[in-house]
């Protein structure tokens, strides 16, 4: 099974950029879908993008599409999601998750089975 460790959150303010990592080990990870999710104080957990690890297909919530970025650096095991003119209401724990494809639900948290412990991203107004 995959793991996965999630890094680069912290304090910025509305309008700036931050770039979250996700390392991954654990095995191969030929054909697994790649997810990033956040939930904000009192809501549920909401899906942002996915990309497959191996022909790097994207897909993205509508809401955020063209202000987040999902990547991946197939030689450091590493998948990034570039978040630009962050706004106070993206202030959430942003979490990544792996799962085998093929998953019938992209947006579907359900359907990862492996998840790291989250990296808080505050944006101040």
């Known amino acids: 099974q995959v793991q996965v460790v999630e890094s680069g959150g912290g304090l910025v303010q509305a309008g700036g950029s931050l770039r979250l990592s996700c390392a991954a080990s654990?095995?191969?990870?030929?054909?697994?879908?790649m997810g990033w999710f956040r939930r904000a104080p009192g809501k549920e957990r909401e899906f942002l993008a996915v990309?497959?690890?191996?022909?790097?297909?994207?897909f993205y919530k509508n809401s955020v599409k063209g202000r987040f970025i999902i990547s991946r650096d197939n030689a450091k095991n590493t998948v990034y999601l570039q978040m630009n003119n962050l706004k106070p209401e993206d202030t959430a724990v942003y979490y990544c998750?792996?799962?085998?494809?093929?998953?019938?639900?992209?947006?579907?948290?359900?359907?990862?089975?492996?998840w790291g412990q989250g990296t808080q991203v505050t944006v101040s107004s």
């Open positions: 990309i497959n690890w191996s022909n790097g297909k994207t």
């Open positions: 998750a792996a799962e085998l494809e093929p998953l019938s639900d992209y947006s579907d948290h359900e359907q990862y089975s492996s």
């Open positions: 654990g095995r191969t990870f030929s054909n697994y879908a």
